[in-house]
């Protein structure tokens, strides 16, 4: 697909005196033209400004537009899903998303046939209709750990990419399963996951393919991926290995009298193991808010990344294998068929009556936002690797922009992902403009943002213990109240650069739950909490987080 320019006006930070004559805005043009029309009409228009190529002190990036997205999709081409690939996309598109992967389950089935098959699919869904943003990827069982989103450009050797590498480096087809401290192929498993990244980047090195992303998920549902796992992975190729889920799917899975007395949201019912790390508290096997605990806590694994300088992105998605309250089961085998010998489960039936499940479908609760300056699959690509990232759950925000300035520069400075450079001392101004929710929610519930915070941590460089999962050096810094505010508006945050870097990053929700931060009031004032087993209602309790901005300072 050829990529496509985006105008100013497609910018979420321009008001609305700003807007075309007619008073477009891009949520506008999606709507009247279509989820992926507004792709077409978007690259018709003025070429925003390019990024300042200055070196010395301050930085400037360009205007940008955010694509919704999913990047953790299933179908029948994963053994334990349920719906058709057309089902999944018809899904994306009724609830807005503009780009989406489908991350199936790695087996000997999909090598086999299911990812070919599936990649037919895909192409004639590419073919019907350009402007959908459809990624085939891979849900990889990394060997000694978890999972992770693994996905290509489209391209000449996008499938055959997925399956040499399932084939090669998949820890459950391999047996590579171990992880468990001291035991005798730990050391060789957790060693195979990083060539598996460094075969990954390679490919992409030679041309071979025009590009991957890997992104780990769950990460704490079982508190197999240790810290120093993470960063091994992170240092083994950062421009391929380039995140995690900050928040799991299977958000629904806790709506009071759904599951059961015991069920979590995101499906983090699980305890300590003998694969688990020993060095998590028990409380890391919960979600916060509906957000992994590395994530939530301010102060804890994913801050202790950042505060090495190194940009660690999290997304949020679906993971959606089966719908809450659908009705939809799967169908029969014919006679001699299974899922190793087809790589496809046999289409589901509608049975009029609801059946299991924990997800929403993708787009209907939880959404990751990407900026972009060109519509297409490389542009989001581009973007997730840059950090231009920003996420929600339950609609809670229709647009977030977020710039970093020198107070003594004109231009617009940096936005989520970028670096500023500074002097030390300088003063420098957080500007965040939000655009409020402006219809209701799948759920038939308008939302409305409550707070925002700015939580600042220091930047202290790589870290001596590769296993350390706590920055204590961060904490919430700003609270602003904007309860009762419509629209767009934006909060202007004066910011004093020290003796050392630092980064910023943006959290906020609805107000209805929260409370002292796991690491402590002081830290956390009112940060996410864990819900009762069985009572998290995950509409009752939507949060939005942000990527980072690191500003440097010079000298430091």
């Keep these: 697909m050829t990529e496509q320019q985006l105008p100013d006006w497609a910018d979420p930070s321009v008001s609305p005196a700003d807007l075309d004559a007619q008073g477009v805005s891009r949520r506008q043009l999606l709507r009247r033209?279509?989820?992926f029309g507004a792709a077409f009409a978007l690259g018709s228009v003025a070429t925003p400004a390019l990024a300042s190529t200055q070196r010395g002190f301050g930085g400037e990036d360009p205007r940008l537009?955010?694509?919704?997205?999913?990047?953790?999709?299933?179908?029948?081409?994963?053994?334990?899903?349920?719906?058709?690939?057309?089902?999944?996309?018809?899904?994306?598109?009724?609830?807005?998303?503009?780009?989406?992967?489908?991350?199936?389950?790695?087996?000997?089935?999909?090598?086999?046939?299911?990812?070919?098959?599936?990649?037919?699919?895909?192409?004639?869904?590419?073919?019907?209709?350009?402007?959908?943003?459809?990624?085939?990827?891979?849900?990889?069982?990394?060997?000694?750990?978890?999972?992770?989103?693994?996905?290509?450009?489209?391209?000449?050797?996008?499938?055959?990419?997925?399956?040499?590498?399932?084939?090669?480096?998949?820890?459950?087809?391999?047996?590579y399963t171990e992880g468990s401290a001291g035991a005798a192929d730990t050391a060789r498993n957790e060693a195979h996951a990083v060539k598996a990244i460094q075969w990954l980047a390679e490919q992409r090195r030679t041309g071979y393919v025009d590009d991957v992303l890997v992104l780990a998920n769950h990460p704490l549902r079982l508190g197999i991926d240790s810290p120093h796992e993470v960063r091994a992975w992170r240092d083994a190729a950062p421009e391929i290995m380039i995140g995690m889920e900050g928040a799991p799917g299977a958000q629904g899975a806790a709506i009071p009298g759904w599951?059961?007395?015991?069920?979590?949201?995101?499906?983090?019912?699980?305890?300590?193991?003998?694969?688990?790390?020993?060095?998590?508290?028990?409380?890391a096997y919960l979600t916060y808010g509906g957000f992994d605990w590395a994530t939530a806590t301010v102060g804890g694994l994913w801050d202790s990344l950042l505060a090495e300088g190194r940009l660690y992105t999290i997304t949020t998605n679906s993971d959606n294998h089966r719908t809450v309250f659908d009705t939809w089961k799967n169908g029969d085998w014919p006679a001699g068929q299974n899922f190793d010998n087809t790589g496809r489960l046999p289409d589901p039936v509608d049975t009029d009556t609801p059946q299991p499940g924990s997800d929403f479908w993708p787009g209907q609760f939880s959404r990751t936002h990407v900026g972009v300056t060109r519509y297409g699959y490389r542009a989001v690509m581009a973007g997730l690797r840059?950090?231009?990232?920003?996420?929600?759950?339950?609609?809670?925000?229709?647009?977030?922009?977020?710039?970093?300035?020198?107070?003594?520069?004109?231009?617009?400075?940096?936005?989520?992902?970028?670096?500023?450079?500074?002097?030390?001392?300088?003063?420098?101004?957080?500007?965040?403009?939000?655009?409020?929710?402006?219809?209701?929610n799948p759920q038939g519930i308008l939302p409305e943002l409550a707070h925002v915070d700015v939580i600042r941590g220091a930047v202290r460089g790589p870290v001596t213990d590769r296993d350390a999962w706590k920055a204590p050096d961060t904490k919430v810094v700003h609270t602003k109240d904007v309860s009762g505010r419509k629209g767009t508006y934006t909060l202007r945050i004066p910011i004093t650069a020290g003796d050392e870097s630092f980064y910023l990053r943006l959290r906020g929700s609805d107000?209805?739950?929260?409370?002292?931060?796991?690491?402590?009031?002081?830290i956390d004032p009112h940060g996410p909490i864990p819900h009762a087993p069985g009572d998290g209602d995950p509409w009752a309790d939507t949060w939005f987080y942000s990527n980072p901005v690191f500003v440097e300072v010079a000298g430091a």
């Design 33 to 35: 033209t279509g989820l």
């Design 65 to 175: 537009a955010y694509l919704v997205g999913d990047h953790h999709v299933h179908s029948v081409y994963s053994h334990d899903a349920k719906y058709t690939f057309s089902q999944q996309a018809r899904a994306a598109a009724r609830y807005g998303l503009d780009w989406m992967v489908f991350n199936e389950h790695s087996n000997f089935g999909h090598a086999h046939y299911g990812a070919e098959l599936e990649h037919e699919e895909i192409l004639k869904a590419r073919a019907d209709n350009p402007r959908q943003l459809i990624f085939q990827g891979l849900e990889w069982y990394i060997p000694a750990a978890e999972h992770c989103t693994v996905f290509a450009a489209p391209g000449k050797h996008e499938v055959d990419l997925l399956t040499r590498f399932e084939l090669a480096y998949d820890g459950k087809l391999l047996g």
């Design 259 to 283: 599951r059961g007395a015991t069920s979590i949201r995101g499906e983090y019912e699980n305890k300590p193991s003998a694969q688990s790390w020993a060095g998590y508290p028990a409380d």
């Design 386 to 440: 840059a950090g231009r990232v920003w996420l929600d759950h339950g609609h809670l925000l229709d647009g977030l922009d977020v710039r970093v300035k020198r107070d003594c520069d004109a231009g617009r400075g940096v936005t989520l992902g970028g670096r500023l450079r500074v002097r030390k001392g300088e003063r420098i101004t957080l500007n965040v403009t939000v655009t409020t929710a402006s219809r209701a």
């Design 511 to 522: 107000g209805k739950r929260n409370g002292a931060g796991y690491l402590g009031a002081a």
